[in-house]
């Protein structure tokens, strides 16, 4: 915290993302959501008596369908500055509303913070290119602050895909056009 503060440019942290899934040991089945809002508000409280006002906080979510409850893991307003949410189009048949509509609403039930995608991917075999203007659409009429791309090549199965744009110039072309259309 210290070190953050002494760096003095804007930082944005995060911490302990995707929280409402099962695969990390601060998250659902794991760690109980009171003692995950505990260690979140320490953190934030440890970072501000250290004065490091440079900080706003990034409070990641993943995809809410088939996971726990988001409200539940929810540190409080004066906690977050933004929110995000980890999601990925993992089938031909998925879109912008069924990927991320559902996360978006129940992030809106919570809170007015602003959003942004923290985390996404659309895998190589499922039309990539076809999909790509339909995210950056998505982001501009959901008024979301913009998005991380997840650009990395995996091979284990369904959801860990070929997320990869660099070496598809027909997904290249869609993403560069979306952008000047969309978010420039």
């Avoid at 906080?57 to 893991?73: D, F, H, I, K």
């Avoid at 990539?128 to 284990?156: E, M, S, W």
């Avoid at 860990?160 to 869609?174: I, K, L, N, S, T």
Wanted: proline letters at 5%; hydrophobic letters at 45%; aromatic letters at 16%.
């Amino acid at each position: 915290a210290r070190a953050v503060r002494r760096f003095g440019h804007p930082v944005l942290l995060g911490f302990a993302h995707e929280m409402n899934g099962f695969w990390y040991p601060w998250g659902w089945k794991h760690t109980r959501p009171a003692v995950f809002v505990r260690a979140w508000r320490h953190v934030v409280t440890v970072f501000r008596r250290a004065g490091a006002s440079n900080v706003s906080w990034l409070w990641v979510v993943n995809s809410v369908t088939g996971m726990a409850p988001v409200r539940e893991w929810w540190p409080g307003s004066q906690y977050v500055t933004w929110v995000a949410m980890d999601c990925y189009y993992v089938q031909r048949t998925d879109t912008f509303a069924k990927v991320f509509g559902p996360t978006i609403a129940a992030l809106r039930r919570i809170t007015s913070k602003p959003e942004l995608i923290a985390e996404t991917g659309i895998g190589a075999d499922i039309g990539r290119a076809a999909k790509i203007p339909g995210l950056f659409a998505g982001i501009r009429a959901r008024h979301l602050l913009g998005l991380v791309y997840y650009d990395k090549t995996q091979h284990n199965g369904t959801y860990h895909q070929d997320w990869q744009v660099d070496y598809d110039q027909p997904a290249m072309a869609a993403f560069r056009s979306s952008i000047e259309r969309y978010l420039i």
